[in-house]
């Protein structure tokens, strides 16, 4: 099933009506707008003219039939197809260099093939979902702040070949995504990656015997728990503690060994510094994680 960007929205919120109904596990194919809403297309178009309440528009939300609040849910990333341009920015007052910036700056990306051009710089692809998730349980959340449902986490492991596991906070669910980068860097430290519209292929499923809070997601090499804080600190001591109580609830190992073992080959890494909350994570290699037979 096709999901349109014209079907986009602004806050992941409980009340927003869904654009489709789907039984699972089900394949979708996402259309994304970029994260300025296709505002920004010269050079000339600097952040001063965003309309920022139509920054980082999500498509959806998808109701997922027989899904209730508790549950989880795994959506694997099959594919993401990136359309040329991308934008940058660089503004006064925007990122962790931003008091340093006397002058606002949009860099038009060109994208062939698999290199994104950055002036004379040719940069590898590396595609990856700025925001995804689930309707909150309670208000609604601007799809630009990130927190337990998702949202704007940045985290550059949500790219093709990923599983993503949400904890489900409403019946049905609501999924939705935007915010596609071509190429970005962990911390996003200048506000944006190189911001692209795109499609995104999924298969979305019901986990069984999975209990979370916040999002977990597994690549290929590493299995890592997301959190979202206040501070840096607070969201990297959350995800640090949920993967040693995963560690602990499924194998013999004591709290002191696992954070040992946390401690010898695990990794406490940043998503994103910009957003509201900021996004850390904790990832623990799946070699690992497979001799301890815990997946």
Do not use: W
């Amino acid at each position: 099933m096709f999901i349109s960007k014209d079907t986009h929205f602004f806050a992941l919120d409980k009340t927003n009506l869904p654009v489709a109904q789907v039984s699972l596990p089900c394949e979708l194919t996402f259309e994304t707008l970029d994260c300025f809403s296709e505002q920004i297309n010269h050079p000339e178009d600097t952040l001063e003219i965003l309309d920022f309440e139509r920054v980082n528009p999500a498509t959806g939300p998808v109701f997922l039939n027989g899904i209730k609040a508790g549950d989880v849910i795994s959506v694997t990333i099959k594919a993401i197809r990136v359309k040329t341009p991308g934008k940058m920015v660089a503004a006064p007052d925007a990122g962790v260099l931003g008091s340093l910036i006397k002058k606002s700056e949009t860099l038009i990306i060109p994208i062939e093939g698999d290199i994104a051009y950055f002036k004379e710089l040719q940069l590898p692809l590396t595609p990856m979902i700025g925001v995804i998730g689930i309707a909150p349980d309670g208000v609604g959340i601007p799809c630009g702040t990130p927190g337990s449902h998702g949202g704007n986490m940045d985290c550059t492991l949500i790219k093709p070949g990923s599983i993503l596991y949400l904890p489900v906070q409403v019946d049905g669910g609501l999924l939705a995504l935007g915010d596609l980068h071509a190429v970005m860097g962990d911390g996003e430290i200048m506000v944006s990656g190189v911001e692209v519209s795109g499609e995104v292929d999924v298969t979305i499923r019901k986990v069984d015997n999975l209990e979370i809070s916040n999002p977990v997601v597994q690549t290929e090499e590493e299995l890592a728990f997301i959190a979202s804080a206040l501070t840096l600190d607070q969201a990297i001591e959350t995800a640090t503690f949920e993967m040693a109580q995963f560690l602990t609830g499924r194998s013999s190992l004591s709290l002191n060994e696992a954070g040992m073992l946390m401690s010898a080959c695990g990794n406490a890494q940043i998503c994103q510094i910009v957003d509201p909350l900021k996004t850390a994570r904790f990832s623990m290699p799946l070699s690992v994680l497979h001799e301890l037979k815990i997946i």
